[in-house]
């Protein structure tokens, strides 16, 4: 398996709280990826990055904020926890043309 | 921006048989169409995945077809086994500078024995 890894692996927090997910690869892939999964919506893009410092909005972004300050590190922030990001939390990278790998997934519960 | 369409969402087949699971997309522009699959309490990895420039890719039992005119692709197994019970994800991205990968909503496929 490629070198991703998620921390922490399970967080229960309260309403309004700030959070911290961490993604770290140490496959020196250029882009990573923050996704969610829920019930019958499959895998949904939060936030991903292309590059050191170079990162963009995904399909459901609203309450999330990111940031890469080095290749091996991708942080994705809850910057006021609601229920509706009670979620699990997938990062993934990727290497150029190659394929995406992915961590084991962050279980948050949000209550 | 892209959206990829996935169907069925749920799938039983008795072992042995065939699944065929089909995914729609609907950026042009997209070039890679991979596949992965999801067991339970693990993320998704890769299966198979095809490129724009390929109508159709094999590995074994999992095969991909791509209609890059009508915008789908689906993916094919066949002799299915019990290890093939999983939730399988299809995904379309344009491999450029600033990539992304979409993804469909999953398929929860079933093997009956």
């Known amino acids: 398996d490629a070198g991703i890894t998620q921390s922490p692996r399970h967080k229960v927090t309260e309403t309004g709280t700030p959070v911290t997910l961490r993604c770290h690869q140490t496959e020196n892939h250029r882009y990573m990826y923050w996704y969610r999964q829920d019930p019958g919506h499959g895998l949904r893009l939060i936030h991903y990055?292309?590059?050191?410092?170079?990162?963009d909005k995904g399909e459901v972004s609203d309450g999330y904020s990111v940031s890469r300050s080095k290749t091996e590190d991708f942080l994705l922030t809850l910057e006021s926890a609601t229920s509706s990001q009670t979620s699990v939390y997938f990062c993934?990278?990727?290497?150029?043309?190659?394929?995406?790998?992915f961590g084991q997934g962050t279980r948050l519960t949000v209550v | 921006g892209e959206n990829v369409e996935q169907h069925p969402s749920t799938l039983s087949v008795q072992e042995g048989d065939s699944a065929v699971i089909k995914c729609t997309y609907s950026d042009s522009a997209s070039n890679y169409f991979p596949w992965y699959k999801q067991e339970l309490g693990k993320g998704p990895q890769l299966i198979i995945d095809i490129r724009s420039n390929v109508g159709e890719k094999k590995d074994q039992r999992i095969a991909v077809t791509l209609n890059k005119t009508a915008k789908h692709f689906s993916l094919h197994i066949t002799e299915t086994q019990p290890e093939d019970s999983a939730v399988y994800f299809c995904a379309a991205s344009t491999l450029s500078s600033a990539s992304k990968i979409i993804f469909g909503s999953g398929t929860r496929l079933s093997i009956r024995p």
């Open positions: 993934a990278s990727q290497g150029g043309n190659t394929e995406a790998f």
């Open positions: 990055s292309y590059g050191v410092k170079d990162t």
